[in-house]
């Protein structure tokens, strides 16, 4: 009895440091460094080994001498096809007076196989005393990264066996028995008979609550309410254009059914371009929407007045022309008539 416990625990140690080696083997990066003039950096993909269903995550790290500007990347700026599903950039001075500047993306690939992101450009414009500002007829000096090549793995091993198995066969009657037929019946009327009445006040309550607010209603009153607040300042402006967009969102989940509040920016609009009940002009005007608010809430964009009325004007727009314009009368002709009676 003990010499096979020993042996079990060997062998499970054994799987054990095998699994460790392996997931130690499968961390790592895929990186790179650059540099020219006063201008170094690196990009950097991890995972280096990712599996379809992986988030990838993208770092761009650039340092510049004192007295040169940087100009980075703009948002989304040249990913292929990948999903950018979060971006964080930022930017310091470090105690030698140099620029740090850093962009962070989140990425879901879209496939599995071969897959690259595309080369990087990075500017920048050299005010050193006795230097040369940019190259001559150019407005600033240019560094593009190099193509970073991935593979992304699929979940199916490829030396998985693709044999199919037969069907099960049948498996017979059931065994014992379960009581007469009628019986059955029996119970099933007289526990619909019990729930019928709970069900149908609930039913009735819900659309009670529907005739006294309708999605329009409600996403007006939370938008005045906003508004109420002013034309945001510069430090309220992500918080603004977040409540704004969640208006918009739960509208939309509350009037068509889209699952809108938990889905990204991609994925919703993707599912809207599905929905029979959006026009067009409407679905282009949520994108337009949408894609300038997420240019606020991620990559730290600062609107004018004048493009934060337009999103205001946008958002108002599709609340008047998709709203639930349901009368009274309609509303009276679709109640119950058991209602009316005494």
């Known amino acids: ?22 997931a130690q083997e499968g961390e790592g990066a895929s990186r790179q460094a650059f540099e020219r003039g006063p201008v170094r950096g690196s990009l950097e993909v991890t995972p280096a080994e990712p599996v379809i269903g992986d988030a990838l995550t993208l770092t761009l790290e650039v340092v510049a001498e004192p007295a040169v500007e940087l100009l980075m ?58 230097r040369s500002p940019a190259p001559a007829g150019e407005d600033a000096y240019e560094i593009l990264t190099e193509r970073l090549r991935l593979e992304i793995a699929p979940i199916l ?18 065994r014992g028995p379960l009581g007469p037929v009628w019986m059955w019946g029996l119970g099933a009327l007289v526990f619909g008979g019990i729930l019928t009445p709970f ?21 007006r009153q939370a938008l005045d309410g906003l508004l109420a607040g002013g034309r945001p300042d510069a430090e309220r402006m992500d918080a603004f254009y977040v409540a704004l967009s969640q208006i918009v969102r739960t509208y939309l989940e509350d009037r068509f059914g889209l699952r809108s509040p938990e889905l990204t920016t991609q994925e919703f609009l993707t599912e809207m371009g599905r929905s029979p009940d959006l026009a067009r002009s409407h679905q282009q005007l949520l994108r ?26 946008s958002a108002e727009c599709f609340l008047e022309e998709t709203r639930d314009q349901v009368l009274g009368s ?7 008539a058991s209602e009316g009676v005494a």
């Not at 470090?94 to 990087?120: F, M």
């Not at 091993?157 to 059931?174: C, F, N, Q």
């Open 288 to 313: 337009d929407f949408l894609t300038q608010a997420d240019l606020v809430k991620f990559a730290g964009h600062r609107p004018e007045a004048t493009v934060v009325g337009e999103s205001i004007a």
């Open 157 to 174: 091993a490829a030396d998985a066996p693709l044999e199919l198995r037969p069907v099960h066969g049948d498996l017979g009657p059931r």
């Open 73 to 130: 990347p703009e948002f989304g700026e040249a990913l292929g096809r990948f999903e950018i599903i979060d971006f964080a950039p930022s930017e310091r001075i470090d105690a030698d007076g140099r620029t740090v500047a850093r962009q962070i993306y989140r990425l879901q690939p879209a496939r599995s196989g071969p897959q690259s992101i595309p080369p990087l450009r990075v500017e920048f414009v050299d005010r050193r005393p006795g």
């Open 1 to 22: 009895m003990i010499r096979w416990a020993a042996t079990l625990f060997l062998l499970l140690s054994s799987l054990l440091a095998s699994g460790l080696a392996h």
């Open 330 to 336: 309609q509303l009276g002709a679709d109640a119950p």
């Open 199 to 219: 069900a149908w006040r609930a039913y009735a309550a819900a659309r009670a609550r529907r005739r006294q607010r309708s999605a329009y209603e409600v996403a």
